[in-house]
């Protein structure tokens, strides 16, 4: 069975920096894209970023474009989010999410369990 | 695309049929619609893709339709586990999901 494992949510001040790391395991990762999606709890649902198979197509929502950067490392199993000044309103459940294809059809058929980010003074 | 889902809650019974509805401000390309259930607590979980192409392993009782801006989503017979709260999604490029729709139990 595919799981995801998201981790590195913490509590931050606004204006830091944090690394979201996701594990994939019991699928051929390099195989599908990956994406990154949020949730403010007991709210809507908010795609953030999407890699391809290769890395080669990268997208990002505008909320978080020139400040979110996503990577992953086939090598590893891993896919990653680094988010550089960090406001208020990125306060959420940080979600990884595997596509159906290699390339970007933002498709999300398996999820983790999320990890949470709150972003505070 | 901004996605509009209806109605908000959706109050029935184990066995009825439901029917829920997400409207697209413009046609979404080669409908590319997909739904999703999300439980309490529950990561969302993929049960529609391509405005009717069911999930892997997802039971028949769900069904989804509809093309350009008007898609739904029909759960034939709800059972208990269907209770839950629904959201649509374009993936026709850098998608967006619609507000949902909580199917409660009467």
């Known amino acids: 069975e595919v799981r995801l494992v998201e981790s590195g949510g913490v509590l931050v001040q606004p204006g830091t920096s944090l690394r979201l790391s996701c594990v994939g395991s019991?699928?051929?990762?390099?195989?599908?894209?990956m994406h990154w999606v949020r949730q403010v709890p007991g709210k809507g649902l908010e795609w953030v970023s999407g890699?391809?198979?290769?890395?080669?197509?990268?997208d990002y929502a505008d909320s978080v474009k020139g400040r979110f950067t996503i990577s992953r490392d086939n090598a590893k199993n891993a896919l990653y989010l680094e988010m550089n000044s960090l406001r208020v309103e990125d306060t959420a459940l940080y979600y990884c999410a595997k596509d159906r294809v290699p390339s970007l059809w933002y498709v999300f058929d398996h999820w983790g369990q999320g990890t949470p980010v709150t972003v505070s003074s | 695309i901004v996605l509009t889902q209806s109605p908000g809650t959706l109050s029935l019974s184990p066995g009825e049929r439901a029917t829920l509805s997400c409207r697209a401000s413009q046609s979404v390309s080669r409908n590319y619609l997909a739904w999703y259930q999300q439980t309490p607590g529950q990561a969302p979980r993929l049960l529609i893709y391509g405005a009717s192409n069911r999930a892997t392993g997802l039971p028949d009782r769900f069904s989804g339709s509809g093309s350009g801006t008007d898609f739904t989503l029909t759960i034939s017979s709800l059972e208990p586990e269907d209770f839950a709260v629904y959201f649509c999604?374009?993936?026709?490029?850098?998608?967006?999901f619609g507000g949902g729709t909580k199917v409660e139990i009467k």
């Open positions: 019991d699928f051929t990762f390099d195989d599908y894209a």
């Open positions: 999604q374009h993936h026709a490029g850098s998608p967006t």
């Open positions: 890699i391809n198979w290769n890395s080669g197509t990268i």
